[in-house]
């Protein structure tokens, strides 16, 4: 049997060996583990990670981090870590052995802790990602979502993380082996995606397996990808639309629970060693493969081939070839695909970008037969239908008193005599009636309150209907989160209603600031209690010499603008 197809070693104990283990883990500390943890708990379990034997202990990180190797010189380029919460890191006694759960609660894995250690983020991004940019989406789950404390230590794996979707899809390293050997495969190349693929992909899958004289393995990322890109269902409907345009003798779709970190060149590494530990000789690099996008100066973080060269670098040692490939783009007059490089002199080029794939999505343009399938187009408009049938969130934010409830009143009958989708105001008062009764104005139960606001509009956004918001909502950070949750469904229009704190004193119209003056009011937003003021909404309002009535038309006339609302 070859080597690349012989099974591969796990970290799973045998099933009588979890039933006794599992029992005795319920009595452990234990951690629940984040999305992202759970991803790399599957692959550190069924070989996808081999040769790693648990979550990196602080040795081999520092050797990751700066030099892409194990303590033992072994090349790993990723750091593939336990964060925690300080709080947890502390109760633990080093030795000691915790239980990894699920978000359901159920215990997964059990951890030897032999390490704990707090890291230095700016030295992690630098030397893995090559920028301490929050652009970056990598950096910015490293500072803002990633826990303080890294614990490493050997992993005992009890069962899988459970999927209710695309089971049949889903292969483990030495299933996917398994298969290989069945079907007689030697040579296998594969194509690492986390988009839909279009007619480009498919001809450049075609070519790269030609050229390889190999089978084609097509291993899309479901785990976790950019924050942004097609959500995975959609995507696995995608692929299973053009599987039947492959030869299917020589032609496999299987999916990958990975967590990208859109790490660039190392990502790329990280891919083909993953690759390796699931069989294939051969794996497709393509141009900028993993790429995070641009920076905050709106450069390229890295060169658009930087990955396909350094994993060239290391392909022996990884045990598995590069293919690389140019962009591929359409040339008209020959009705055919070419990379980049080979485009015959004088001839069209077309081509649409992810950015122009979306633009025409959200407005309902045509997307040309050239440039992808009937059938994955259809699968896209069903998720992303144009923008004017979307879900909405406008959140309006601003002192007390400063009007954010008159204007979003207004706001709402206007968009309820356009009629179309249904329109739930989120008003400040009535929140803290109906969601929020027990809280009070600490920043601790504001930021709860806005969080819950947030998750309500995201849900309404989600299902196709229109949000409008009004809390204060004082500080940035909070309302940069909301944004976030909401982004991920639809458009988030932040609106400032930007009354001064002397006009909102001297309507006074409920009174409170009196109250505040005399401090029978504590922490009053603008009196006692800080609001930051948002630096760039997608509009601010003056009501101070702007009526009402006009104000909610210039919320109208924004919605217009940005294709939310068709007048
Ligand atoms: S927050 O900060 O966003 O959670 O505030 P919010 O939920 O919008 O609630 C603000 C309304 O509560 C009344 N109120 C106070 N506001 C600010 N600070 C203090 N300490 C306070 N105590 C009561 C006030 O009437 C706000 O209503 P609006 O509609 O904004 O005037």
């Known amino acids: ?74 090349l790993w380029p990723m750091p593939v870590t336990l964060d925690v919460s300080p709080e947890f890191a502390e109760s633990l006694t080093l030795g000691e052995d915790i239980a990894l759960r699920d978000q359901e ?11 704990r250690w707090t890291p230095d983020k700016h030295r992690e991004a630098l030397g893995v990602f090559g920028a301490d940019d929050m652009a970056h989406a990598g950096v910015n789950y490293l500072h803002n979502k990633a826990g303080k404390v890294y614990l490493g230590g050997p992993v005992t794996g009890l069962q899988p993380p459970v999927h209710y979707d695309f089971r049949g899809r889903r292969d483990t390293p030495n299933e996917l082996r398994a298969f290989f050997r069945k079907m007689g495969w030697q040579r296998i190349v594969g194509f690492q995606t986390r988009n839909p693929l279009h007619r480009a992909h498919q001809e450049l899958t075609f070519r790269a397996a030609r050229e390889a004289q190999a089978n084609l393995l097509i291993h899309p990322v479901v785990g976790m990808t950019r924050p942004g890109d097609v959500d995975h269902f959609t995507r696995v409907r995608c692929y299973e639309a053009v599987l039947p345009k492959y030869p299917a003798a020589t032609t496999h779709l299987s999916l990958l629970n990975l967590a990208m970190r859109m790490g660039g060149p190392r990502e790329a590494l990280w891919h083909a060693i993953i690759r390796r530990n699931h069989g294939l000789t051969h794996f497709i690099i393509g141009r900028d493969h993993a790429g995070p996008g641009k920076n905050s100066q709106g450069e390229n973080f890295y060169g658009p081939y930087d990955a396909q060269n350094l994993v060239k670098k290391h392909q022996d040692e990884i045990g598995i070839t590069v293919v690389p490939f140019r962009q591929m783009v359409y040339v008209q007059e020959k009705a055919q695909y070419f990379p980049e490089d080979e485009v015959p002199e004088g001839a069209t080029v077309l081509n649409i970008s992810g950015t122009e794939l979306r633009r025409r999505l959200r407005e309902g343009l045509e997307i040309p037969d050239w440039f992808s399938f009937p059938e994955v187009v259809e699968q896209l408009r069903k998720t992303s239908p144009e923008r004017s049938r979307q879900g909405f969130t406008v ?10 409830s008159t204007i979003a009143n207004a706001l709402m009958v206007k968009l309820m005599e356009l009629g179309g989708r249904p329109v739930t105001l989120l008003d400040g008062d009535v929140v ?17 309150n806005i969080r819950r606001i947030g998750y309500v509009a995201s849900e309404i956004t989600k299902n196709g209907g229109i949000a409008l918001c009004a809390p204060i909502a004082p500080y940035a950070a909070t309302r940069r989160e909301v944004r976030e949750m909401i982004e991920d469904h639809g458009a988030f229009i932040e ?41 760039s909404p997608e509009l601010r309002v003056d ?3 702007v009526d009402v009535d006009s104000c909610a038309h210039q919320v109208l006339l924004k919605l217009e603008g940005m294709g939310l609302i068709r007048a």
């Open 1 to 74: 049997m070859s080597a690349h197809l012989a099974p591969i070693p796990e970290l799973y104990v045998s099933h009588d060996s979890a039933l006794k283990l599992k029992a005795a883990a319920a009595e452990l500390k234990s951690h629940d583990l984040t999305r992202r943890q759970t991803c790399d708990l599957d692959l550190l379990m069924n070989g996808g990670f081999h040769p790693l034997k648990g979550f990196l202990t602080e040795a081999d990180y520092d050797g990751v981090v700066d030099d892409m190797r194990l303590a033992d010189g072994t």
């Open 105 to 115: 609660g159920v215990i997964l894995a059990t951890m030897t802790v032999t390490d």
């Open 395 to 404: 959140f309006f934010t601003g002192l007390s008193g400063s009007g954010k």
């Open 432 to 448: 803290r009636k109906h969601l929020s009764s027990e809280l009070g104005f600490s920043r601790e139960h504001r930021d709860i």
């Open 495 to 535: 609106v400032h209603v930007a009354t001064s704190l002397e006009e909102c004193e001297r309507r006074d119209r409920k009174g409170l600031y009196k109250l505040a003056r005399e401090g029978k009011i504590k922490e009053f937003t603008g009196i006692s209690d800080p609001y930051e003021v948002p630096e």
């Open 543 to 545: 009501t101070e010499n």
